[in-house]
């Protein structure tokens, strides 16, 4: 496979930063630090070279660089960007068993609906029967579902990203991205899901963490790129069916879906749509703040935000926002408060769980949102952590390091079960 390698803009800008910060810094002593990323870098391919094989079912084996998480009754998903997936056993949230890989190229997401595992495979999404997931079935491909990651359609040419590791000697260097050190962290196609979706007939759906890109609710799909949301009929699980794609401007990152609703969080605000017509979705609001990298859950009432700074969203805060939501066409900011550099979070109850990336996991009491600051539980500093499943088991948590889950039955107490250790961390 013929492939080549262009560097991000902020690479190449990187000499003449550099030579800014030398100016602006004068008499100044110079310290030089070395550090080291993992990374993904862009990397175009053709269509053709990818749709010439199934997906195949290896051994399971270590983790290297855990992406999404997810849980779908007793087993435990874990993606390899652009590899594939890890299958664990996980009725004993202290002892998961590793029952497979399903090896997907291109692979950065998936999401369960009644037994059917939807996964992403660069362009296109795969469907497989997941009814024993130790004998798992692909049954359908679903080609050009993301097609936003053309960059020339007619010679079918697309971007993906490559693993990289990077290593920069300079102090510019610091904070460009951790957490997986996804520079180019927002690409089309991305997979994840919420558990509170809303559920026709017979459907079972699985529960991913609050950097979702795809989320199902009364028999629909709801996928969404930078720049739109496509929906998607599953009412037969084995077949989905594209009905429509609508136009959300730019910077698009998360959705999640809550009563007949989905907010969508993007660089710039909140979307909030009315799904009540699962094929038919219309926009209720835009709640807008600076530019900022932006996870959304909601409850009856409020809807918990975190704004960070970074890479995609280099103007932002460091924040969690709470808006009231009562009235969906006029949401209403009610108080924010600073955090490090939050990343995705969880709601269970009235108990939140931010995850603070490499500064690691805190936990609040939120029955009172105008005193959250005054009710901080926990504060572990040594789990970073990039996003959080309140599951029906264990609090499972994920960050650079690997997975960890925790009993989470007194809230203001985590207690640790177990962790699933990456084999060669990166050290920053």
């Not at 602006?24 to 030089?32: A, K, L, N, R, S």
């Not at 679903?142 to 490559?162: A, C, N, P, Q, W």
């Not at 962290?185 to 991913?208: F, I, T």
């Not at 979702?212 to 009412?235: G, I, K, P, Q, W």
């Amino acid at each position: 496979m013929k492939s080549t390698f262009q560097l991000p803009i902020q690479l190449r800008l990187l000499p003449f930063a550099l030579l800014i910060m030398l100016v602006f810094q004068g008499c100044q002593d110079q310290t030089t630090s070395t550090y080291t990323y993992r990374t993904q870098m862009p990397v175009y391919l053709q269509m053709n070279d990818f749709r010439t094989s199934e997906a195949i079912i290896e051994p399971g084996k270590e983790l290297e660089n855990p992406g999404k998480i997810y849980i779908y009754e007793d087993f435990l998903f874990i993606n390899e960007p652009q590899k594939g997936i890890h299958i664990l056993d996980n009725s004993n949230p202290s002892n998961p068993i590793t029952v497979n890989f399903l090896k997907i190229p291109g692979n950065v997401d998936l999401a369960v609906n009644s037994n059917m595992l939807y996964a992403d495979n660069y362009l296109d999404l795969l469907v497989f029967d997941i009814s024993n997931p130790r004998n798992i079935q692909q049954i359908k491909r679903v080609e050009d579902v993301f097609e936003s990651m053309y960059t020339e359609r007619g010679t079918g040419t697309f971007m993906t990203l490559k693993d990289t590791v990077l290593t920069m000697d300079s102090e510019f260097s610091r904070g460009w991205g951790w957490g997986w050190g996804n520079i180019f962290w927002n690409r089309g196609g991305m997979l994840a899901m919420n558990s509170d979706a809303s559920r026709g007939g017979g459907e079972s759906y699985g529960q991913g963490g609050s950097m979702a890109r795809f989320t199902l609710m009364n028999a629909h799909l709801y996928a969404v790129d930078e720049y739109s949301l496509r929906v998607f009929n599953v009412e037969q699980s084995d077949n989905p069916d594209f009905l429509k794609n609508i136009n959300l401007g730019w910077g698009i990152e998360t959705i999640f879906p809550f009563q007949n609703k989905l907010f969508i969080g993007s660089n710039t605000g909140m979307h909030i749509y009315d799904a009540s017509s699962p094929s038919d979705p219309k926009q209720m609001s835009v709640y807008q703040h600076v530019t900022a990298c932006d996870p959304v859950v909601v409850n009856e009432t409020y809807a918990f935000v975190t704004l960070r700074t970074g890479v995609n969203c280099r103007f932002g805060v460091d924040e969690l926002q709470i808006l009231n939501i009562e009235d969906p066409y006029s949401p209403k900011l009610l108080k924010s408060y600073p955090m490090e550099n939050p990343h995705g979070l969880g709601l269970a109850g009235d108990y939140l769980y931010l995850a603070e990336g490499r500064h690691g996991l805190k936990s609040f009491n939120v029955a009172d949102v105008m005193n959250i600051d005054k009710n901080q539980l926990e504060y572990l500093k040594s789990l970073k952590s990039v996003d959080i499943i309140p599951g029906p088991k264990s609090l499972i948590v994920i960050g650079p390091d690997g997975v960890c889950q925790f009993d989470y039955s007194t809230p203001n107490k985590l207690v640790q079960l177990s962790c699933i250790n990456v084999k060669n961390p990166i050290v920053v």
